[in-house]
């Protein structure tokens, strides 16, 4: 477990560039199971997110290599059909394994994912969706046990936007008997990555880039290539780090489309922002930071998981703001540990009431999840003298060694390698 040491202070300048985007990844690297072959995903970022979903995919009997970025996944072997809890606990993404195993076998055992560190995350969309594709689903000992001869087209209409179910159900449906049609599909660019690489395969999905995919069911797919988009939250963390510290940063390989609700909110904030066919370039050097008001919503809303970078943000504005959760209601974790750097933050059901103050003061802080340990990064680095990361493991799971790209822009940090952080 390893810490991190910021000292605070120092205006971030430069260029730095995203890498591949960690959810994206972890719905293209399950979609290989639905083939046989070897596919390459390109642009895959090395972190511990996607070495547990290797992890998964090799006790499946899929083989790998990975460099440079460049996964190589081989289906041919495919001979398990079940993924244990120890690796479902370290990861709720894993749960995309249903569906492709599912239609593809017949049959699937997969750890419940249970709860994470904000609160419940149901399944319950990606379960009723493939009963409704005819699947039997039993709730046994820990597991999901799912059965289906050949899954059936169905028409699914989802309660709530959901990325994850939307990936689950697209993947069962592009091998299922007939059409299927969902409704209130995820719009987020991770997904029509997925549908675009599935369609590479040989599915026939039409309505992409849309809230209703409708899907006809193919006998088979082929293996295939697929470039990975870039990460959209991380390009948004290092904009909110250089707007926190009054720096100018330019971040390449990122479509500004997929961050348009951030960059407005960073325009309303006071920063300068301008745009480029894969750059963003964001000035804050002048501003008096003006107090904003969010409130996350599925894309193109504000994303859920700039929250807490923003919350960061915020503790130094210049008035109070209101940064509200509409996604996850209990996402506020970080408060917590920002109070303890001098923030000013009540939390009122799900939402954060920030009074700015005028400065952070260093401290040691504990992440507790990906996202709060990026949001206690930014403070840190807008804060007085030295602050102490604890357990940025958390980082780790989504973040490219994000410390050094946060260097080359002139950050003070140190990784402490050690068990007791
Ligand atoms: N929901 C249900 N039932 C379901 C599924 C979801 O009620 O069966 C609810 C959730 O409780 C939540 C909302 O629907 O209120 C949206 O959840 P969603 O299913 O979209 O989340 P997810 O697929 O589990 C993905 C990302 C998360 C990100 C959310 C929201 C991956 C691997 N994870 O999770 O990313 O916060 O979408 O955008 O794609 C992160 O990267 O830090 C992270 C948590």
């Known amino acids: 477990m390893d810490k991190f040491i910021i000292t605070g202070g120092k205006k971030l300048e430069g260029k730095t560039q995203v890498s591949g985007a960690k959810n994206a990844s972890l719905a293209l690297m399950p979609a290989t199971l639905l083939s046989y072959g070897k596919s390459t995903l390109f642009n895959t970022p090395e972190l511990n997110d996607v070495f547990t979903m ?3 995919l090799k006790h499946l009997g899929v083989e790998s290599t990975f460099s440079n970025s460049v996964l190589e996944l081989n289906t041919t072997n495919i001979n398990n059909y079940v993924a244990p809890y120890e ?17 593809r076998f017949g049959y699937a055992k997969v750890s419940l994912p249970g709860g994470c560190a904000w609160g419940p995350r149901p399944i319950n969309l990606h379960l009723e969706g493939l009963k409704k594709m005819g699947a039997d689903i039993e709730l046994t000992e820990g597991y999901i046990v799912a059965k289906a001869k050949k899954l059936n087209g169905a028409k699914i209409i989802f309660d709530v936007s959901s990325v994850g179910a939307t990936g689950n159900l697209l993947m069962a449906a592009v091998l299922a008997k007939g059409t299927t049609v969902i409704s209130n599909a995820a719009l987020e660019p991770e997904i029509i990555n997925l549908a675009e690489f599935l369609v590479k395969m040989g599915a026939k999905i039409e309505g992409i880039n849309t809230t209703t995919l409708t899907i006809e069911g193919v006998d088979s797919l082929q293996a295939a290539n697929a470039e990975t988009i870039s990460d959209r939250i991380e390009a948004g963390t290092i904009l909110i780090a250089a707007a926190i510290t009054k720096g100018k940063v330019v971040i390449e390989k990122i479509d500004p489309k997929y961050l ?7 325009e309303d904030s006071g920063c300068k922002v301008k745009l480029y066919d894969h750059a963003i370039e964001v000035d804050a050097q002048e501003i008096m930071i003006n107090p904003t008001n969010i409130s996350t919503a599925p ?10 970078q923003w919350t960061a943000y915020m503790s130094l504005a210049n008035g109070v703001s209101t940064v509200t959760d509409t996604v996850y209601l209990d996402r506020f974790m970080h408060v917590s540990e920002l109070v303890r750097l001098g923030a000013d933050i ?18 040691k802080v504990m992440s507790t999840d990906l996202r709060a340990s990026a949001c206690l990064v930014l403070a840190g680095l807008a804060a007085e003298g030295n602050t102490e990361v604890l357990r940025v493991y958390h980082l780790d799971r989504g973040y490219q060694r994000i410390e050094e790209k946060l260097m080359s822009l002139g950050a003070s940090i140190e990784r402490v390698e050690g068990k007791e952080y």
């Open 54 to 56: 290797i992890k998964l």
């Open 87 to 103: 690796h479902v606990k370290k990861m709720r993404a894993s749960v995309y394994v249903l569906g492709p195993l599912l239609t």
């Open 260 to 266: 348009n609700a951030v960059i407005l909110k960073l």
């Open 299 to 308: 894309f193109p809303g504000f994303p859920t998981d700039v929250q807490a």
């Open 346 to 363: 009540v939390v009122k059901e799900n939402s954060a009431v920030i009074k700015g103050v005028s400065k952070l003061k260093g401290a």
